[in-house]
């Protein structure tokens, strides 16, 4: 499923994030940057063994915000680590934090002249955010980026499962109806 909004597009396709060809891809990410399994351990795994030695550099990225590496050995010059909240009921700010990990991942993308990224369902794995709410916060977060930006001409979120494609294509039409 693919809508324009403003002058850019937003793409939903299953698949695996490791593999996609734009400017730069996001990880789900931790706090200290450590690695695990899930997105963030495929990622590593498929870039090779500079992205770590960057992010040991880096150090650590705080809940709701996001960093940049290379892309190693990945089609995608960059990685870009966001963390998004770990879910706990929905009485911890989690809302405002996957926002801001999506916004500040757009943010810092256009800051690197980057015009196209991949998303992953971030917070909706290990970190437990319920997809269907998680889909309509990244959706709108991006859709509300996109109205208002137009550098960054495709953000492509690429969902593991058919049954999270079908969530994020869900949450799409009503957001964009
Ligand atoms: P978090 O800790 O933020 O919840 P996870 O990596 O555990 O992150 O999971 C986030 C989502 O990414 C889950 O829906 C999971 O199925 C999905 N996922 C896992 N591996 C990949 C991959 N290679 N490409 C795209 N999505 C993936």
Known sequence: MEVTVNKSKIVLVQG???TQATQAIV???NTRLAGGGGVDGAIHSAGGPTIMAECRKI???PTGDAVITTGGTLK???VIHAV????RGGTQGEEKLLASA?????ELAAVKGIHSISFPSISTGAYNYPIRQA???????????????SQIELVRFVLFGAVDLEVYEAALKDLTK
């Open 76 to 78: 995608a010059k960059y």
């Open 102 to 106: 999506y916004r500040k991942s757009l």
């Open 27 to 29: 990880n789900a990410a």
């Open 16 to 18: 695996d994030i490791t």
């Open 59 to 61: 150090g650590g990225c």
């Open 135 to 149: 889909a309509r916060i990244a959706l709108a977060t991006a859709v509300d980026y996109l109205t208002e930006h």
């Open 84 to 87: 998004g909240p770990i879910y």
